[in-house]
C-alpha cells in the first residue's frame, strides 16, 4: 500500500512563476490537508480538503494560493506569482477519517529565485 | 486563535540520559498527537491521547495527556542516538473542522 505521494520533490522557479505542487494520498484516504515549513519553523496549517470541497482554508493566504482536489486525480496546490517568501518545505497528508492520524508525504521543497 | 506552545525549541542530552517535554495549549483540546520528524524527512505520527490524564507507552517514550486536556508530555527513557529529531505536539479543537494545530517542536540531539 503506497504512502502519501508528492511530486515534484524539488521545485525551483524564478519571481512571478507559478509553482503547482501535487498530492496523492494514500489509498483509501479522502481527507487531505496541507502545511507550510520553514526552516527551524514547526508546520504551518495551510488547508483541509475531503473530495471536491475545501473545509478549511483559513491558514492559506487570500492572494495568490489555491488549492483543490478533484473527483479524480490528486490534490493540488497553486501558487501563483511566486515571491522569495514562498520558499518552503510543503508536505501534504492524508487521513482516513476527520481527526485520525495524518500520514505525510515526502514534501516538495520550494526555492524561489 | 489557538496556540499550541512547545518550549525550549532545542535540547541536548548525553546518550543513557532521560528526556522530558511539555506541549501547553492556550485551548481546551479534544485530542493531542505527537510527531517526529528527522532531519531532511517529514513527520510521522507517533501516537494519539483522547482522554483526560491518558498516559501511553511505546518502548523507551512515554506519552501522557493532562486532566484538563490542555496539556500533554513525552517522556524518553534512556536516551539513544536514534532518538534524534525533532518533535512536535499537534492539538486538535473539538468542532474545529478536524485541523490539526502544530506547535514549533522541540528538535533532540544525542551525544554519543
Known amino acids: 500500500n503506497a504512502g502519501v505521494m508528492q511530486n515534484p520533490r524539488h521545485l525551483v522557479r524564478r519571481r512571478g512563476q507559478e509553482a503547482r505542487l501535487r498530492c496523492s494520498p494514500m489509498?483509501?484516504?479522502?481527507?487531505v490537508y496541507w502545511y507550510r515549513q520553514l526552516p527551524e519553523e514547526g508546520l504551518k496549517f495551510m488547508v483541509y480538503?475531503?473530495?471536491?470541497?475545501?473545509?478549511?482554508e483559513s491558514g492559506m493566504p487570500k492572494e495568490r494560493f489555491s488549492a483543490e482536489f478533484p473527483k479524480e486525480g490528486p490534490s493540488i496546490l497553486r501558487i501563483q506569482q511566486v515571491v522569495r517568501g514562498d520558499s518552503a518545505a510543503y508536505f501534504c497528508?492524508?487521513?482516513?477519517?476527520?481527526?485520525?492520524?495524518?500520514?505525510f508525504g515526502p514534501g516538495t521543497r520550494l526555492t524561489v529565485l | 486563535g489557538q496556540q499550541v506552545m512547545q518550549i525550549p525549541q532545542y535540547q541536548h542530552v548525553q546518550e543513557g540520559e532521560d528526556f522530558t517535554t511539555y506541549c501547553n495549549s492556550s485551548?481546551?483540546?479534544?485530542?493531542i498527537q505527537w510527531y517526529k520528524q528527522r532531519p531532511g524527512g517529514h513527520p510521522v505520527f507517533l501516537i494519539q491521547?483522547?482522554?483526560?490524564?491518558e498516559v501511553k507507552k511505546q518502548k523507551r517514550l512515554t506519552f501522557q495527556f493532562g486532566e484538563a486536556k490542555k496539556n500533554s508530555s513525552l517522556h524518553i527513557t534512556a536516551t539513544q542516538t536514534t532518538d534524534v529529531g525533532t518533535y512536535f505536539c499537534?492539538?486538535?479543537?473539538?468542532?474545529?473542522?478536524?485541523?490539526?494545530?502544530f506547535g514549533k517542536g522541540i528538535t533532540l540531539s544525542v551525544r554519543p
Open positions: 499537534a492539538g486538535e479543537v473539538a468542532g474545529a473542522n478536524s485541523k490539526l494545530t
Open positions: 497528508a492524508s487521513s482516513l477519517l476527520p481527526g485520525n492520524e495524518q500520514f
Open positions: 491521547l483522547v482522554k483526560s490524564g
Open positions: 489509498k483509501g484516504h479522502s481527507h
Open positions: 485551548t481546551t483540546l479534544s485530542n
Open positions: 480538503l475531503q473530495k471536491e470541497n475545501i473545509i478549511d
